[in-house]
């Protein structure tokens, strides 16, 4: 009997940590990739902005770097202590700030776009911002009162803590994507390559918010309904890496839509002369023939420019 229950112990506490580190890895590989994508695509963002991705990456590498720690700890350091699992390591604990951080700084970049977009509305912006402070706030105490006992059985005495980081995470992203596609659905028109860069967008958005929330969802249900094992820590590892991943997937779309919008991507794009200051969008492609020039699509639109909807910086 006492081996079934140190197989069980090690199955619901190493194995779910080893689950949450093969989970984070992959989500990692899609982040370097899509920060080198980035970064390759030459943008011309600010470059304040282009250092806050770099640092990103390198704070989620940090939080892969934890990960590991407190694997190899398990696993190689305490080799054959079946009860080293059931103790915190200060990697993992170093973790609860460090997701909070990540988040915060993701969610703040996509208000930056909601400030703008939104015409500087400070309202919608704070009540973002602070629920995303919540949940700063909240991770900072439960990472101090966790490491006065770091044992594992012992965190769910901190529930009001952890319940305030998973509200703030799903009241952040929530707003995030619900304020973003209301924002794009006001800029609807007649042009339907417009529309189309919209919609796609607007997908953009509600998986910013959908994919990240259901992720807290998730990790809350199994806190709750499984006290005595470690599977929800496979959706907590996963929350900010997801997080980063939907901000660079958003910046890499740039291209595509403004190829979308434009139409053909192999044609020549150029700004002309805007009528009026509101004129937001003025675009022409030339098809270069033998002996001529045609003009073979121009759109104007004063309602929408595609690197005001796209670009957050």
């Given at each position: 009997?006492?081996?079934?229950?140190?197989?069980?112990r090690m199955?619901?506490t190493?194995?779910?940590?080893?689950?949450?580190?093969?989970?984070?890895?992959v989500?990692?590989?899609?982040?370097?990739i899509q920060?080198?994508?980035?970064?390759?695509?030459?943008?011309?963002?600010?470059?304040?902005?282009?250092?806050?991705?770099?640092l990103?990456?390198?704070l989620?590498?940090?939080?892969?770097?934890?990960f590991c720690?407190?694997?190899?700890?398990?696993?190689?350091?305490?080799?054959?202590?079946?009860?080293?699992?059931?103790?915190?390591?200060?990697?993992?604990?170093?973790?609860?700030?460090?997701?909070?951080?990540?988040d915060?700084?993701?969610?703040?970049?996509?208000?930056?776009?909601?400030?703008?977009?939104?015409?500087?509305?400070?309202?919608?912006?704070?009540?973002?911002?602070?629920?995303?402070?919540?949940?700063?706030?909240?991770?900072?105490?439960?990472?101090v009162?966790?490491?006065?006992?770091?044992q594992?059985?012992?965190?769910h005495?901190?529930s009001?803590?952890?319940y305030?980081?998973v509200a703030?995470?799903?009241?952040?992203?929530?707003?995030?994507?619900v304020?973003?596609?209301?924002?794009?659905?006001?800029?609807?028109s007649?042009?339907?390559?417009?529309?189309?860069?919209l919609?796609?967008?607007?997908?953009?958005?509600?998986?910013t918010?959908?994919?990240?929330?259901?992720?807290?969802?998730?990790?809350?249900?199994?806190?709750?309904?499984?006290?005595d094992?470690?599977v929800?820590?496979?959706f907590?590892?996963?929350?900010?890496?997801?997080?980063?991943?939907?901000l660079?997937?958003?910046?890499?779309?740039?291209?595509?839509?403004?190829?979308?919008?434009?139409?053909?991507?192999?044609?020549?794009?150029?700004?002309l002369?805007?009528?009026?200051?509101?004129s937001?969008?003025t675009?022409?492609?030339v098809?270069?023939?033998?002996?001529q020039?045609?003009?073979?699509?121009?759109?104007?639109?004063?309602?929408?420019?595609?690197d005001?909807?796209?670009r957050?910086?």
């Amino acid at each position: 009997m006492a081996t079934s229950g140190s197989e069980h112990r090690m199955d619901s506490t190493l194995g779910a940590l080893e689950i949450a580190l093969m989970v984070e890895l992959v989500l990692y590989g899609v982040t370097s990739i899509q920060t080198y994508a980035y970064y390759s695509a030459g943008e011309r963002d600010p470059h304040c902005f282009k250092w806050m991705i770099g640092l990103l990456w390198l704070l989620d590498t940090l939080h892969q770097l934890f990960f590991c720690h407190g694997l190899y700890t398990y696993t190689i350091i305490e080799f054959g202590n079946v009860l080293a699992p059931l103790t915190e390591t200060w990697s993992i604990i170093a973790n609860i700030p460090l997701n909070a951080t990540m988040d915060a700084i993701v969610r703040s970049m996509f208000c930056h776009r909601i400030w703008k977009f939104s015409g500087k509305n400070w309202f919608l912006v704070s009540t973002i911002m602070l629920s995303s402070f919540v949940e700063v706030g909240s991770g900072i105490a439960f990472t101090v009162r966790n490491a006065r006992n770091a044992q594992w059985a012992a965190e769910h005495a901190l529930s009001a803590e952890f319940y305030g980081i998973v509200a703030g995470s799903i009241v952040a992203d929530s707003l995030i994507a619900v304020s973003q596609v209301m924002l794009l659905r006001k800029h609807h028109s007649e042009f339907r390559r417009t529309n189309s860069a919209l919609h796609t967008l607007m997908l953009y958005s509600i998986n910013t918010g959908l994919l990240t929330s259901l992720c807290a969802l998730m990790m809350c249900v199994l806190w709750v309904t499984m006290p005595d094992n470690l599977v929800y820590v496979v959706f907590y590892a996963a929350l900010p890496t997801l997080l980063l991943n939907a901000l660079l997937a958003t910046l890499n779309a740039r291209q595509e839509l403004r190829e979308l919008i434009s139409g053909n991507p192999e044609s020549i794009t150029f700004p002309l002369l805007s009528t009026a200051p509101s004129s937001s969008l003025t675009s022409a492609a030339v098809r270069h023939e033998p002996g001529q020039q045609e003009l073979v699509d121009v759109q104007v639109s004063a309602e929408i420019k595609i690197d005001d909807l796209s670009r957050i910086a």
